[in-house]
């Protein structure tokens, strides 16, 4: 593996911007349509594709993580000098995908009836046009299960500005076809209709980026037996993370629902939906580095996945701590201001609770991504696991017990084993894992964090008036991002930033 192979921190940066706004600029757009998708559906018209929308994101788990498994063999073949087996991944896991679309759309066919009348109780007049839009998302099922497949093929490459040069618009057009509802009078099968058809077209263009950027693809088409194996062995511990990660994170709301009040319940979900949505960064990080870290783990790629580990830590603490330490301190001010006194007066523990707790499980993300790069996704998988018994018990004691705040407690406490179990794994595949959190200064940037805590805190105690607390908030802000830009970041990501600057800087001249 040659120096050349690896990808420039500036791409690397560049691709994690574009990640991000593929991840912000459709949560803009759907927070502006949504009200117009409202009144043009009526409520329950919403309700039920609300429950459509649902369906669309869970129904990729049917691809049994041939996805990610895609992306990483994919991504060691390329570092690796192994193009001529590339074709051979990318048609397996194409016939893969498809025969397991193909599966899923006759069982979501012949479930639709029974989903519709028995489970969902959908009002008499609106069971045929939801019964219609099912199957037309049944008919999409395949197409979405490839187009996975292709957008993780780009993501091997480190082309996700190609990625997000399709997926943004398709996602926003999820959005803008439901409000056209209410200029036009759509009906539900016809959005459901509309939306499947751009996701269709989707796949076409993922399939023709893939067959301009590999070359080799265009050779015949080829199932490999022992690459199924491969992808079908690490996609199944992929499936498990996907199956358990969801009931770890919704189960708190059932336990909160069914042992205190629905009231209740709304006064803890609220600030969690809030708070968790903030994972939007972190994640475009850790989707553009995942192919870096799927090289494998030679001495000399180790080295470069040990420092890519290590600057990440760095970033996502200095971003995410500042920010979730600015929460934790003005909790009840954003409370009040933002869901009224009655919230700030039972919330704001709640919010200072999950304010920290989120920073640990974003820190998490890091050794989870690296684990799944390396090969080793059945960690994280048995880790869910044990943590999804353990924290059943936890949750249920401290509900029981405490309330919301036991609950809140119980949340924190699931994520910090996590991260903790996570962590402690990376480190033994990771030689030097200690100097490597010794060069990146994280030990420095933690007590910058406390630092910063401590001086919040103190400033909420003298300061009672809230303008004075922000003035000296932004203060703060200035003299220690002075002091991290001088004595913390070192000379490539002071670079790496003033390009960075530039670019923006140039590409919002030029459109002006």
């Known amino acids: ?46 309700g039920i594709l609300s429950v459509i929308w649902v369906l669309l994101a869970y129904l990729t788990l049917l691809d049994f993580g041939l996805s990610r498994a895609t992306t990483k063999f994919t991504a060691e073949s390329i570092k690796k000098n192994r193009a001529q087996s590339i074709p051979d991944i990318m048609w397996t896991a194409l016939t893969i995908s498809f025969g397991l679309g193909c599966l899923g759309a006759i069982i979501l066919f012949l479930c639709t009836p029974h989903l519709v009348i028995s ?31 292709l957008k993780g093929m780009l993501g091997a490459a ?3 500005d190609l990625v997000n040069g399709v997926h943004i618009p398709v996602s926003v057009l999820n959005f803008i076809f439901p409000a056209l509802s209410l200029p036009f009078g759509l009906g539900l099968p016809t959005i459901v209709l509309l939306i499947a058809v751009s996701r269709i077209l989707a796949t076409f263009v993922y399939f023709f980026l893939c067959t301009r950027l590999y070359a080799v693809f265009n050779k015949r ?26 009931i770890l994170v919704y189960i708190d709301r059932f336990f909160i629902g069914s042992m205190q009040s629905m009231e209740t319940l709304t006064f803890y979900a609220a600030p969690l939906e809030a708070l968790t949505r903030l994972r939007i960064l972190p994640m475009a990080i850790m989707i553009t580095l995942f192919p870096e870290f799927s090289v494998g783990m030679d001495q000399q790629a180790s080295e470069r996945v040990g420092m890519l580990f290590g600057k990440s830590m760095k970033s996502i603490l200095l971003v995410m701590g500042m920010l979730s330490l600015i929460l934790f301190a003005f909790a009840r001010d954003i409370l009040h201001l933002w869901l009224g006194a009655s919230f700030a007066e039972r919330s704001t523990v709640i919010f200072q609770i999950i304010s920290i707790s989120v920073l640990i499980n974003f820190m998490a993300l890091i050794p989870f991504t690296f684990l799944q790069g390396i090969g080793r996704p059945d960690l994280p998988a048995k880790f869910h696991i044990v943590e999804l018994l353990l924290y059943m018990f936890v949750l249920w004691y401290l509900t029981k017990t405490y309330g919301i705040h036991g609950a809140a407690v119980a949340w924190c406490a699931r994520v910090t084993l996590d991260c903790c179990l996570l962590y402690r794994w990376s480190s033994t595949f990771l030689p030097g894992f200690r100097r490597m959190l010794r060069d990146n200064y994280v030990w420095h940037v933690l007590a910058v964090l406390a630092s910063f805590g401590l001086l919040l805190i103190s400033i909420h105690h003298i300061f009672a008036d809230l303008f004075v607390r922000i003035a000296c908030l932004m203060v703060l802000l200035i003299l220690f991002l002075i002091g991290i830009w001088h004595l913390i970041l070192d000379d490539s990501e002071r670079e790496l930033a003033r390009g960075l600057y530039k670019n923006i800087r140039m590409k919002h001249s030029i459109t002006i």
Do not use: C
Request: glycine content about 8%; proline content about 6%; cysteine-free.
């Open 1 to 46: 593996m040659n120096d050349n192979q690896f990808t420039p921190a500036a791409i690397l940066a560049k691709n994690t911007m574009f990640n991000l706004l593929g991840m912000l600029l459709p949560i803009l757009v759907g927070i502006v349509s949504i009200p117009f998708a409202v009144r043009g559906l009526g409520t329950e018209g919403f």
């Open 119 to 149: 489970i969902l109780r959908i009002p008499t007049e609106r069971i045929n046009h939801t019964i219609q839009a099912l199957n037309i998302l049944a008919i999409t099922l395949p197409f979405l299960l490839i187009s996975i497949s």
């Open 158 to 160: 480190q082309r996700f």
């Open 221 to 246: 088409i080829r199932i490999d037996s022992d690459i199924l194996k491969k992808l079908l062995s690490y996609g199944g511990w992929i499936t498990v993370t996907g199956v358990v990660s969801p």
